[in-house]
Every structure is written in structure tokens, then in C-alpha cells.
């Protein structure tokens, strides 16, 4: 049996399909961080931690003069979030039905879609975890308006390449941001065109869990998602009525090049 407990729930094979393909498609919609960065793995439930190769010695010398120290690691995080689902709502699914009810599916894949995504660019830091905006060496650049993201964009890949990281870069904006980008226009002319057309050689992202915006490298080797189990779903529980399951994942990110992205601050313009 896995840890999962999949064959305990008392769901069919239909309504299992159904429960992770609205998963899948949730996901595959509100994660970004993992179209930014290198992703290692999944190794599965085993893996625990990732050795940084390293080694933090102790200062104070035995009797004998020797030297001893512990290798440094960082563990994996695990998440899981709880959902429930009607049980005569699921066999439905068995019988064809095809608008089945998976609003709670798709919440809690939510939910695991900000926590891994606000671990990226905000970090965690209980978990050892630095974000990537949150350890980025550059200053952030100020927005006050729409029509200053060229210019902001134009700023920030000067910053990106006067460190030396190299192109393609990425424009990454959160829900507010995305949303007023796209509506924004220079005398009739979308800024976004602009932008796509005039200075960015990479993506334009939308990721749901960040505050504002930033430009990153995508070159590679700059940051580290590391997976031990991926998002998977569980069985917990379940009784006449209703089946509790969950959505869960093991997970940990590194930084390895501070300087490979810059934020970009929305303030209130004059």
C-alpha cells in the first residue's frame, strides 16, 4: 500500500480520473515558479533533504587537536491540504455525468499552488527556504504607472546584464499587475505589444502568487526546485456521506545566483 492510501478511498476509477484531472489542470494554471526555474527530481517520499556540500565546522578543537563538523543540508518541506467530496456526487461520474461537483479540488490545489509559489519568490523561512525576489541583490525598481513597466523593463535587464546574467529574461506579474498590463496603452497601442515586440526576448508570466512584479533570468543554473514526492492526491478518510482527501507534495528551492532577478515595486504615482 502506498502512503497515498488511493486503493482505501471508496472512489471509482472514473471519479478518480475526474478528481485528477481538475487537479492537473488547476495547477498547471496557477504554478509559475516551476516555468522559471530548474527543477530537480521527484525522488519520491524518501527523499528528505539536499545535501548543499558544505561543511560547518565546530570552532573549538577536541583534546587531541582534532577538528570535527556537520555537513550542511536543507531539509524538504511537506504540504498537504484537506478537501472534502460527496460521496453520491462522485459515483455520479460512474454514471456519466459530466458536470460533477470538483470546486473543492480545485481550492485546495490552489491553496498548494501559493504555498509552493510564495516559497519561491518570498521564501519560507521556517524551512530554510530564500525566496527569490527576497534574496535578489538588486534594489527594486519603482512603478508608479502602467506606462512605466518599458522602462522599468528596460532598467532591469540593464541590472541583469551588468551582473552578468545572461538573456532570455522573463517579465513575471501578479494577478493585479498582469491585469493592468494588459489593459494598458501608449496612444492607442497596447504596452504589452510593445514590450513583446521591442524589448523582451522571453516570456510574460502570470503568477497568481506574487505581489507585483519581477524579471528573471531564465538562462538556467540560478535557481533550484528540488521535488521528493510531486503534487499528488491522498485518501484520508471518509464516511457514508463524504470522502476526505488531499493534496499534498514534498519540496525545497534554492538560490544559487542572488543577482538573477529584479523586482519591480507598484507605488502610487504622484
Given at each position: 500500500m502506498s502512503i497515498l492510501r488511493r486503493e482505501l478511498a471508496p472512489i471509482s476509477a472514473e471519479a478518480w480520473s475526474e478528481i485528477d484531472e481538475m487537479a492537473r489542470q488547476k495547477l498547471e494554471l496557477d504554478l509559475a515558479g516551476r516555468k522559471l526555474v530548474d527543477i530537480e527530481g521527484p525522488f519520491g517520499w524518501e527523499h528528505g533533504v539536499v545535501d548543499l556540500g558544505r561543511l560547518d565546522l565546530d570552532t573549538k578543537k577536541g583534546k587531541d587537536g582534532s577538528l570535527w563538523g556537520l555537513r550542511k543540508v536543507l531539509p524538504l518541506v511537506e504540504i498537504r491540504v484537506p478537501f472534502k467530496l460527496n460521496l453520491m456526487e462522485l459515483d455520479g461520474s460512474t454514471r456519466g455525468a459530466k458536470d460533477i461537483d470538483l470546486d473543492a479540488v480545485s481550492e485546495a490545489a490552489e491553496k498548494v499552488a501559493q504555498f509552493e509559489d510564495g516559497a519561491i519568490f518570498s521564501g519560507l523561512s521556517p524551512a530554510g527556504i530564500e525566496g527569490m525576489l527576497g534574496s535578489s541583490s538588486h534594489k527594486p525598481i519603482a512603478v508608479r504607472a502602467a506606462g512605466d513597466y518599458p522602462g522599468a523593463l528596460v532598467e532591469a535587464i540593464e541590472k541583469l546584464r551588468d551582473s552578468g546574467i545572461n538573456e532570455p529574461y522573463a517579465l513575471v506579474l501578479g494577478?493585479?499587475?498582469?491585469?493592468?498590463?494588459?489593459?494598458?496603452?501608449?496612444?492607442?497601442?497596447?504596452?504589452?505589444?510593445?514590450?513583446?515586440?521591442?524589448?523582451?526576448?522571453?516570456?510574460?508570466?502570470?503568477?497568481?502568487?506574487?505581489?507585483?512584479?519581477?524579471?528573471?533570468?531564465?538562462?538556467?543554473?540560478?535557481?533550484?526546485?528540488?521535488?521528493?514526492?510531486?503534487?499528488?492526491?491522498?485518501?484520508?478518510?471518509?464516511?457514508?456521506?463524504?470522502?476526505?482527501?488531499?493534496?499534498?507534495?514534498?519540496?525545497?528551492?534554492?538560490?544559487?545566483?542572488?543577482?538573477?532577478?529584479?523586482?519591480?515595486?507598484?507605488?502610487?504615482?504622484?
Open positions: 494577478t493585479e499587475a498582469y491585469k493592468e498590463l494588459n489593459r494598458a496603452t501608449n496612444d492607442g497601442y497596447p504596452i504589452r505589444r510593445q514590450i513583446e515586440r521591442q524589448i523582451l526576448d522571453g516570456p510574460i508570466i502570470h503568477a497568481p502568487s506574487l505581489d507585483g512584479a519581477a524579471v528573471t533570468s531564465t538562462r538556467g543554473g540560478d535557481y533550484v526546485l528540488t521535488l521528493g514526492q510531486d503534487l499528488s492526491i491522498g485518501y484520508a478518510s471518509h464516511d457514508k456521506d463524504e470522502v476526505e482527501l488531499y493534496v499534498t507534495e514534498s519540496f525545497t528551492f534554492r538560490v544559487l545566483e542572488p543577482a538573477a532577478s529584479v523586482k519591480l515595486s507598484r507605488t502610487k504615482g504622484k
